[in-house]
Protein backbone atom coordinates (compact mmCIF):
# COMPACT_ATOMS: atom_id res chain seq x y z
CA UNK A 1 0.00 0.00 0.00
CA UNK A 2 1.29 3.62 -1.04
CA UNK A 3 1.63 5.64 2.02
CA UNK A 4 -0.76 8.91 2.35
CA UNK A 5 1.64 11.29 0.62
CA UNK A 6 2.05 9.28 -2.59
CA UNK A 7 -1.27 8.96 -3.46
CA UNK A 8 -1.73 12.51 -5.04
CA UNK A 9 -3.93 13.50 -2.12
CA UNK A 10 -4.72 17.38 -2.03
CA UNK A 11 -5.28 17.92 1.54
CA UNK A 12 -6.05 21.62 2.34
CA UNK A 13 -4.22 22.54 5.32
CA UNK A 14 -8.03 23.41 7.18
CA UNK A 15 -8.79 19.77 6.38
CA UNK A 16 -8.56 17.15 8.93
CA UNK A 17 -5.88 14.85 8.05
CA UNK A 18 -7.68 11.92 9.76
CA UNK A 19 -10.55 11.72 7.27
CA UNK A 20 -7.67 10.78 4.12
CA UNK A 21 -6.39 8.50 7.19
CA UNK A 22 -9.56 7.08 8.04
CA UNK A 23 -9.93 5.44 4.27
CA UNK A 24 -6.69 3.95 4.39
CA UNK A 25 -7.35 2.24 7.53
CA UNK A 26 -10.05 1.22 6.03
CA UNK A 27 -8.34 0.13 2.74
CA UNK A 28 -5.83 -1.70 5.73
CA UNK A 29 -8.66 -3.50 6.88
CA UNK A 30 -9.66 -5.03 3.26
CA UNK A 31 -5.92 -5.94 2.53
CA UNK A 32 -5.51 -8.02 5.84
CA UNK A 33 -8.46 -9.37 5.29
CA UNK A 34 -9.71 -8.47 8.71
CA UNK A 35 -12.88 -9.30 9.87
CA UNK A 36 -15.41 -8.24 13.20
CA UNK A 37 -13.62 -9.38 16.08
CA UNK A 38 -10.14 -9.54 14.70
CA UNK A 39 -7.59 -7.22 16.06
CA UNK A 40 -5.88 -4.05 14.47
CA UNK A 41 -2.51 -3.02 14.17
CA UNK A 42 -0.85 -0.91 16.24
CA UNK A 43 -0.99 2.63 16.71
CA UNK A 44 2.80 2.51 15.50
CA UNK A 45 2.51 -0.15 12.85
CA UNK A 46 -0.41 2.12 11.45
CA UNK A 47 1.80 5.06 11.49
CA UNK A 48 4.29 3.45 10.05
CA UNK A 49 2.46 2.08 7.06
CA UNK A 50 0.67 4.85 6.48
CA UNK A 51 3.77 7.28 7.18
CA UNK A 52 1.82 9.51 9.06
CA UNK A 53 2.25 10.59 13.03
CA UNK A 54 0.52 8.62 15.70
CA UNK A 55 -1.43 11.43 16.86
CA UNK A 56 -3.14 11.76 13.37
CA UNK A 57 -3.83 7.80 13.87
CA UNK A 58 -5.13 7.73 17.54
CA UNK A 59 -7.47 10.40 16.07
CA UNK A 60 -8.81 8.35 13.37
CA UNK A 61 -9.06 5.48 15.43
CA UNK A 62 -11.26 7.97 18.08
CA UNK A 63 -13.66 8.61 15.42
CA UNK A 64 -13.97 4.98 13.91
CA UNK A 65 -14.77 3.94 18.07
CA UNK A 66 -17.60 6.89 18.00
CA UNK A 67 -18.97 4.85 14.96
CA UNK A 68 -18.88 1.88 16.77
CA UNK A 69 -16.64 0.23 14.23
CA UNK A 70 -13.90 -0.79 16.83
CA UNK A 71 -13.37 -1.36 20.66
CA UNK A 72 -10.34 -0.61 22.67
CA UNK A 73 -9.77 -3.25 25.35
CA UNK A 74 -7.33 -2.20 27.71
CA UNK A 75 -4.26 -4.33 27.61
CA UNK A 76 -5.47 -6.20 24.41
CA UNK A 77 -5.58 -4.05 21.90
CA UNK A 78 -8.27 -2.56 19.30
CA UNK A 79 -10.52 -4.93 17.50
CA UNK A 80 -13.33 -4.41 14.64
CA UNK A 81 -16.72 -5.01 15.70
CA UNK A 82 -19.90 -4.58 14.35
CA UNK A 83 -21.65 -1.44 13.77
CA UNK A 84 -24.25 -0.10 16.51
CA UNK A 85 -26.93 1.43 14.28
CA UNK A 86 -28.14 3.54 17.16
CA UNK A 87 -24.41 5.55 17.54
CA UNK A 88 -23.91 5.40 14.11
CA UNK A 89 -27.33 7.34 13.77
CA UNK A 90 -26.24 10.05 16.50
CA UNK A 91 -23.24 10.68 14.72
CA UNK A 92 -24.69 10.96 11.27
CA UNK A 93 -27.10 13.36 12.50
CA UNK A 94 -24.81 15.35 14.28
CA UNK A 95 -22.03 15.35 11.13
CA UNK A 96 -24.79 15.24 8.28
CA UNK A 97 -27.93 17.19 9.67
CA UNK A 98 -25.88 19.92 11.30
CA UNK A 99 -27.98 22.51 9.23
CA UNK A 100 -31.72 23.90 9.04
CA UNK A 101 -32.63 22.90 5.90
CA UNK A 102 -31.37 18.95 6.28
CA UNK A 103 -33.36 18.82 9.84
CA UNK A 104 -36.23 20.43 8.08
CA UNK A 105 -36.24 17.71 5.14
CA UNK A 106 -35.98 15.03 7.83
CA UNK A 107 -38.98 16.59 9.64
CA UNK A 108 -41.26 16.59 6.71
CA UNK A 109 -40.11 13.25 5.49
CA UNK A 110 -40.39 11.44 8.78
CA UNK A 111 -44.26 13.19 9.18
CA UNK A 112 -45.01 11.76 5.18
CA UNK A 113 -43.68 8.47 6.15
CA UNK A 114 -46.30 8.67 9.47
CA UNK A 115 -48.90 9.84 7.24
CA UNK A 116 -48.86 7.19 4.90
CA UNK A 117 -48.70 4.48 7.66
CA UNK A 118 -51.71 5.40 9.54
CA UNK A 119 -53.41 5.70 6.33
CA UNK A 120 -52.51 1.97 5.88
CA UNK A 121 -53.35 1.23 9.93
CA UNK A 122 -56.60 2.52 9.33
CA UNK A 123 -57.81 -0.65 6.73
CA UNK A 124 -55.37 -2.90 8.05
CA UNK A 125 -55.49 -2.28 12.08
CA UNK A 126 -57.51 -5.52 13.32
CA UNK A 127 -59.22 -5.72 16.94
CA UNK A 128 -56.21 -7.37 18.50
CA UNK A 129 -54.15 -4.51 17.81
CA UNK A 130 -57.10 -1.95 18.86
CA UNK A 131 -57.44 -3.85 21.78
CA UNK A 132 -53.60 -3.04 22.51
CA UNK A 133 -54.09 0.51 21.93
CA UNK A 134 -57.25 0.74 23.87
CA UNK A 135 -54.91 -0.83 27.02
CA UNK A 136 -52.06 1.90 26.39
CA UNK A 137 -54.87 4.58 26.86
CA UNK A 138 -55.45 3.38 29.85
CA UNK A 139 -52.10 3.07 31.15
CA UNK A 140 -51.47 6.78 30.20
CA UNK A 141 -54.31 7.59 32.54
CA UNK A 142 -52.29 5.79 35.25
CA UNK A 143 -49.12 6.77 34.75
CA UNK A 144 -46.59 9.02 36.44
CA UNK A 145 -44.85 11.78 34.39
CA UNK A 146 -41.53 9.63 34.19
CA UNK A 147 -43.85 6.51 32.35
CA UNK A 148 -46.23 8.02 30.28
CA UNK A 149 -43.44 8.97 27.75
CA UNK A 150 -42.73 5.52 27.28
CA UNK A 151 -46.29 4.50 26.75
CA UNK A 152 -46.73 7.13 24.01
CA UNK A 153 -43.94 5.85 22.46
CA UNK A 154 -45.27 2.36 22.25
CA UNK A 155 -48.70 3.51 21.27
CA UNK A 156 -47.44 5.03 18.53
CA UNK A 157 -45.01 2.46 17.36
CA UNK A 158 -47.93 0.09 17.21
CA UNK A 159 -50.00 2.28 15.19
CA UNK A 160 -47.18 2.39 12.57
CA UNK A 161 -46.58 -1.80 12.92
CA UNK A 162 -50.44 -1.63 12.12
CA UNK A 163 -49.87 -0.21 8.66
CA UNK A 164 -48.44 -4.19 7.88
CA UNK A 165 -45.74 -2.77 5.33
CA UNK A 166 -42.33 -3.75 6.73
CA UNK A 167 -40.42 -1.04 4.70
CA UNK A 168 -42.44 1.97 5.70
CA UNK A 169 -42.10 1.04 9.12
CA UNK A 170 -38.34 0.64 9.13
CA UNK A 171 -38.30 4.28 7.84
CA UNK A 172 -40.05 5.24 10.63
CA UNK A 173 -37.74 4.00 13.14
CA UNK A 174 -34.67 5.65 11.12
CA UNK A 175 -36.31 8.72 10.92
CA UNK A 176 -37.08 8.55 14.26
CA UNK A 177 -33.75 7.79 15.41
CA UNK A 178 -32.19 10.71 13.76
CA UNK A 179 -34.94 13.28 15.21
CA UNK A 180 -34.66 11.85 18.59
CA UNK A 181 -30.75 12.53 18.28
CA UNK A 182 -31.09 15.72 17.02
CA UNK A 183 -33.48 17.10 19.57
CA UNK A 184 -32.68 15.39 22.65
CA UNK A 185 -36.56 15.37 23.33
CA UNK A 186 -39.66 13.72 23.07
CA UNK A 187 -40.59 13.73 19.48
CA UNK A 188 -43.80 10.91 19.99
CA UNK A 189 -47.57 11.56 20.06
CA UNK A 190 -48.62 13.46 23.35
CA UNK A 191 -51.38 11.26 25.67
CA UNK A 192 -54.30 13.64 24.31
CA UNK A 193 -53.67 13.21 20.41
CA UNK A 194 -53.15 9.67 21.35
CA UNK A 195 -56.77 9.07 21.89
CA UNK A 196 -57.75 10.87 19.36
CA UNK A 197 -56.19 8.78 17.14
CA UNK A 198 -57.34 5.74 18.33
CA UNK A 199 -60.68 6.73 18.33
CA UNK A 200 -60.63 7.78 14.69
CA UNK A 201 -59.22 4.03 13.62
CA UNK A 202 -61.94 2.54 15.56
CA UNK A 203 -64.17 4.89 13.14
CA UNK A 204 -61.60 3.54 10.33
CA UNK A 205 -61.93 7.28 9.07
CA UNK A 206 -58.58 7.89 7.13
CA UNK A 207 -58.85 11.27 5.88
CA UNK A 208 -59.74 13.25 9.68
CA UNK A 209 -57.33 10.88 10.89
CA UNK A 210 -54.26 12.28 8.58
CA UNK A 211 -55.89 15.67 8.52
CA UNK A 212 -55.09 15.61 12.65
CA UNK A 213 -51.47 14.69 12.28
CA UNK A 214 -51.17 17.17 9.35
CA UNK A 215 -52.42 19.64 12.07
CA UNK A 216 -50.42 18.24 14.39
CA UNK A 217 -47.19 18.26 13.30
CA UNK A 218 -45.60 21.69 13.27
CA UNK A 219 -46.34 21.70 16.91
CA UNK A 220 -45.57 18.02 17.31
CA UNK A 221 -41.46 17.91 14.97
CA UNK A 222 -40.99 21.12 15.38
CA UNK A 223 -36.95 21.16 14.91
CA UNK A 224 -35.57 24.56 16.93
Same mark, same amino acid.
Given at each position: ??????? !????????????E???????I?? $??? *? /????K???????? $??L?? !??????E????????? +???????????? %? $??T????V?V??????????A????? $????????? %??? +?????????????L?????????????????? %????E?????????H +?????Y?? *?????????R????W?????????? +?? /?????V???NL???Q??? *???IE
Amino acid at each position: MKPVEER !GMSVQPTEKVYIEILKQIKAIIV $EDG *L /QAGDKLPSERELS $ERLKV !GRSSVREALRALELLG +LIETRRGEGTFI %C $EATGHRLVEVLASFILNDKKARKDLQ $ETRHIVIKE %CTE +LAVLRCDSSKISKLESLIQQMDKSGQGKIYEV %CKQFEKIVIQSCGNH +LLYRLYVE *LTGYGLSLQRTNSYWPPDLCEEVLQ +LL /QQKNAVKLTNLLSKQNDA *LYRIE
